[in-house]
């Protein structure tokens, strides 16, 4: 029998100033997946710093954690391996100065299909759908920014 374990995941709900929220359109193991920013908790690290580092390492732009916004409260079994339980961390985030990446205007536009492509793009916050994402996770996340409006004050 494999052993089960836990995947932390830590994510940042980035707003500009249009209300339009960041997301990541990415391809791994042969499938076109749309999520928040951020990833996975090394150990030895808090989920604060792993969430700068990530977006350090994603865009290339320093972030300030505004406020924790949403931690898993149900189980949920990773879409990568049936033996995982994930749980992810959301917090508001706020870029220090303009990112530092290509922003696309189309879902999945990538220059090249290639393991781990990776390319960002806004959704306005009142287009957002919870259908916009591939995950679980991800779409209880976008109803209750939804229903609590709460990235539009």
Known sequence: MSE??????VYGLLVNEQHD??????????????KFPGGGLHFGEGTIECLKREMMEETNTEVDIVRH??????????????????ISIYYLIRAQKPLAVDI???????DS?????????????????????????????????????????
Request: glycine share 2%.
């Open 21 to 34: 929220l960041l997301v990541t359109d990415e391809y791994h193991f042969e499938k076109c997946i749309t």
């Open 113 to 153: 299909l290639t393991e781990g492509a990776q390319l960002f793009r806004w959704i306005s916050l009142t287009d957002l759908k919870k259908d916009d994402f591939t995950f679980p996770i991800d779409q209880h996340v976008a109803e209750l920014i939804l229903r609590q409006g709460i990235l539009l004050r």
């Open 104 to 110: 696309k205007k189309k879902r999945f536009d990538f």
């Open 4 to 9: 089960k374990k836990f995947n932390v995941r």
């Open 69 to 86: 916004f949403y931690t898993t409260d149900f189980f949920q079994v990773s879409a990568f391996n049936s033996t995982h339980q994930v």
